[in-house]
């Protein structure tokens, strides 16, 4: 049984301020749980019907809180339109990612990411690429939004992100020898471009790019050529789909 | 002035039976508004403040009716979260696209696309990457949904869609040697296929990719490999974010 005083709990972990207070996080959907549960993510409690308990692993030994609920019950506490089976209330991991941590990797750094749909979306770009750390401007959607997780489809239990002050992290970058790339409108074709195996992408904000204190920091200015027939096109890719070209071509090269 | 009726048939473009019937629909916010005014739609009426209406065009002359409004008026109205200055309701265009226009071209198809963020995403990157057709199998989100509207960024206003029996055009395509492509797991890897700078290219639906009926008809099966580190990984990419790596895949190579 869900009571009243949890669902109201639940539910108020769509507030960031509530998260931030509680350490905690929601989670919600058959799949994504039963990802949460194979993650090394600490789970606080999980809420599910019978049949997916049934179905799942609890029965093994688990180290959460298992409250069995009805169908009702879920939908009650849910903040997603169509609700599922299960939902759980996850613990904040520690972000540790320091700079020595993503040498000779390839890093994405986001710089005022608004839309939680792109922050998700960029979240599973960076799994499907193996790109394992993520560094974010403090002013970046919080990535523990129950928008950002539904749209990472689980690959937040799988990406180190790092809220931090990104002009900082990228001057240290600069100063440890990690190139560092950003996409600009007067930036070089990318496709002509020598790109590295390691290095730092700047990603910018949805309707500014990237802001004129992180352009400084960026020595190597890029950039998705338009290919409409007209100069009436498009004038942007949204933010996650250059990401995801970007990605594409840093990786093939590889 | 808008009138309590003018609000209610507004609102009601929200509804795709409404569409149809009327052979209308809405296209909100100051942008998309000045982007429908230059585009070859013909547009059956623009609500607009006062502000807009001298900021923009509309000093000149127009052949449509134009209906100041304040800006509560709009509010009710709109069927957005942050309301503009302006909406506007525009005649569906005729859907012409027919196999003879798309020969020699690069063209896009998409089977069961059933988010409307995706659908208008997708309409955004065809524009980008100068893609001027775009097939829909018949249970594809309908394009003149607001929220794909909005997605597309004004890129509706330069691509032809058209909504057709997808497997009858694909096997007319394969009649008329024009080479299909499909994304499937199974598919050879993008980044060392061939890719002709001419075809079509099927994307599938969001759960189950591409239709049995469909697949029959695809020669080409392609795949974007995951660079995940471990199998662990996310096991798909969202269909807009595998869109633009293919796109940008058959673009770059022309």
Redesign the interface.
Known sequence: MLSKNKIKFIQSLNRKKVRDQEQLFLVEGNKMVQEAI?SDFQIEFVCATEGFIQETLFKNEHDFELIECSGDEIKKASLLQNPQQALAVIKMPKQTVQIDDIKNKFTLALDFIQDP?NLG?II??A????I?HILCSENTVDCFNPKVIQAS???IF?INLRYTNLAESISKANKSNIPVFGTFLEGENI?QTKLPSSGILVMGNEGNGISAEIEKEIAHKIH?P????SN???E???V??AT??CC??F??R?
């Open positions: 194979e749909g979306t599973r770009i799994d499907w690429f193996g394992g489809m689980g690959a799988r496709y998705i338009s290919f409409a027939n009436k096109g498009s942007s890719l949204n996650a789909t995801a070209i594409s071509e990786k093939r590889e």
